[in-house]
């Protein structure tokens, strides 16, 4: 089996400053370099995801903004792949399925952001493909979310929608435990 790193959405916006800041996105950046070292050292492909917000009166990722810029940190190199979304399913309307297979990959290393939207859709839809999935979920993060008149704090809407990908959606675990 040959895979990728796919890295989703680890953007600007979602940093300190950022216009949709989450909980957590700098532990979970450098697990993301982790696991980025790894691959470039191993010369195994790296794809990079960067969602570009065209939905009316979306208020984060948006066009020609600082915000929409792929971290620094994880600057893609020339011979990565950049697949450009506008949607949480990083399928959806892009090549990333023609890319996969003219690559021959049949297993992703997924991390990014949000756990409990694009990452979560993203996942999901591997299983449409055939594609075996490894989730690494300290290299993920998300932010509060309300419901009912209730907020549902991060961490928990995080260890929710990792526990519902463990299984027959992923391979759930910790970046250590895949690099080691």
Same mark, same amino acid.
């Given at each position: 089996m040959?895979?990728?790193l796919l !890295?989703?959405?680890? $953007?600007n916006?979602?940093? =300190?400053?950022g216009k949709?800041?989450?909980?957590?996105?700098y532990k979970?950046l450098?697990?993301?370099?982790?696991?980025?070292?790894?691959?470039r050292?191993?010369?195994? /492909?790296? &794809?990079?995801? $960067?969602? &570009?917000n065209?939905r009316?009166?979306?208020?984060?990722?948006? /066009?020609?903004?600082?915000g929409?810029l792929?971290?620094k940190?994880l600057? *893609?190199? =020339?011979h +990565?792949?950049?697949i450009v979304?506008h @949607? *949480?399913n990083?399928?959806l309307?892009?090549?990333l399925?023609?890319?996969l297979q003219?690559?021959? !990959?049949? =297993?992703?290393?997924?991390?990014?952001?949000?756990?409990?939207?694009?990452?979560?859709t993203?996942?999901? @839809?591997c299983?449409d493909?055939g594609?075996?999935v490894?989730?690494?979920?300290d290299a993920? @993060?998300?932010?509060?979310?309300i419901?009912n008149?209730?907020t549902? /704090?991060? +961490?928990?809407?995080?260890?929710?929608?990792?526990?519902?990908?463990?299984?027959?959606?992923?391979? %759930? &675990?910790?970046t250590? %435990?895949?690099?080691?």
């Amino acid at each position: 089996m040959k895979k990728a790193l796919l !890295i989703i959405d680890v $953007q600007n916006d979602y940093f =300190e400053g950022g216009k949709s800041e989450l909980y957590n996105s700098y532990k979970a950046l450098m697990n993301i370099e982790k696991v980025l070292k790894l691959f470039r050292e191993s010369g195994l /492909p790296v &794809i990079h995801v $960067q969602h &570009i917000n065209t939905r009316s009166g979306a208020t984060f990722f948006l /066009p020609d903004t600082a915000g929409v810029l792929i971290h620094k940190n994880l600057t *893609p190199l =020339e011979h +990565e792949t950049l697949i450009v979304k506008h @949607a *949480p399913n990083s399928f959806l309307n892009t090549n990333l399925s023609s890319v996969l297979q003219e690559k021959g !990959i049949s =297993e992703l290393v997924i991390c990014g952001m949000m756990s409990h939207m694009c990452v979560d859709t993203t996942t999901r @839809a591997c299983m449409d493909f055939g594609l075996k999935v490894t989730l690494l979920e300290d290299a993920c @993060a998300t932010k509060d979310l309300i419901y009912n008149k209730q907020t549902i /704090p991060a +961490e928990t809407v995080h260890n929710v929608f990792m526990a519902s990908l463990d299984g027959l959606f992923a391979r %759930v &675990i910790k970046t250590d %435990v895949f690099i080691n």
